[in-house]
Antibody, heavy 122, light 107 residues
């Protein structure tokens, strides 16, 4: 079955960097756009970034633009989120999610991984 | 950015009730709206996409409607497994925003 598994979360000091990974299985990874979505403790969901199937297009939320980058390795079925200049407000569970439409941007997220917690604290 | 306003924020209901949750967009989004269910400690789960399309495997008691700026999620007859938080999400020009969520509680 389709599965997404995030890793790389942890505790990091403000201003430092962290890289999250998302391993995928059960579908043709190279034909789907992929997203990162986060959820601060006790708060709602916030979309972070999307990367197209061939990595030619990348879009970011204003809150992370210029600090976060997104990449993928289609040969390894893995999605990445590179987070730089981390702030306390970046503390959240980070989910990777597959775009809902094969070969294009569908506008919805399905399925989601189980999430990885990033805590930014001194 | 397009803002999504969801109501109510909390809803108390009983098994067997029919419930409706509303989501309003700050500008027209056509039918680019999805609904998710989230249980504590779990990732969200897609219920409805493109405003009214039922995701495969989701029970038919869930339905979505609306277009433009007004959307609704309806659960026709609440089951014990349905008590959770529900969230809408819009897509517009490579930007995605979520509503703040509706917590559905047992009355």
């Amino acid at each position: 079955q389709v599965q997404l598994v995030e890793s790389g979360g942890g505790v990091v000091q403000p201003g430092r960097s962290l890289r999250l990974s998302c391993g995928a299985s059960g579908f043709t990874f190279s034909t789907y756009a992929l997203h990162w979505v986060r959820q601060a403790p006790g708060k709602g969901l916030e979309w972070v970034a999307v990367i197209s199937s061939d990595a030619s297009d990348k879009y970011f939320a204003d809150s992370v633009k210029g600090r976060f980058t997104i990449s993928r390795d289609n040969s390894k079925n893995t999605l990445y989120l590179h987070m730089n200049s981390l702030r306390t407000e970046d503390t959240a569970i980070y989910y990777c999610a597959r775009d809902g439409r094969n070969g294009d941007y569908g506008g919805w997220f399905d399925p989601w991984g189980q999430g990885t917690l990033v805590t930014v604290s001194s | 950015d397009i803002q999504m306003t969801q109501s109510p924020s909390t809803l108390s209901a009983s098994v067997g009730d029919r419930v409706t949750i509303t989501c309003r967009a700050s500008q027209s989004i056509s039918n680019w709206l999805a609904w998710y269910q989230q249980k504590p400690g779990k990732a969200p789960n897609l219920l409805i996409y493109k405003a009214s399309s039922l995701e495969s495997g989701v029970p038919s008691r869930f339905s979505g409607s609306g277009s433009g700026t007004e959307f609704t999620l309806t659960i026709s007859s609440l089951q014990p497994d349905d008590f959770a938080t529900y969230c809408c999400q819009q897509y517009n020009s490579y930007s995605y925003t979520f509503g703040q969520g509706t917590k559905l509680e047992i009355k």
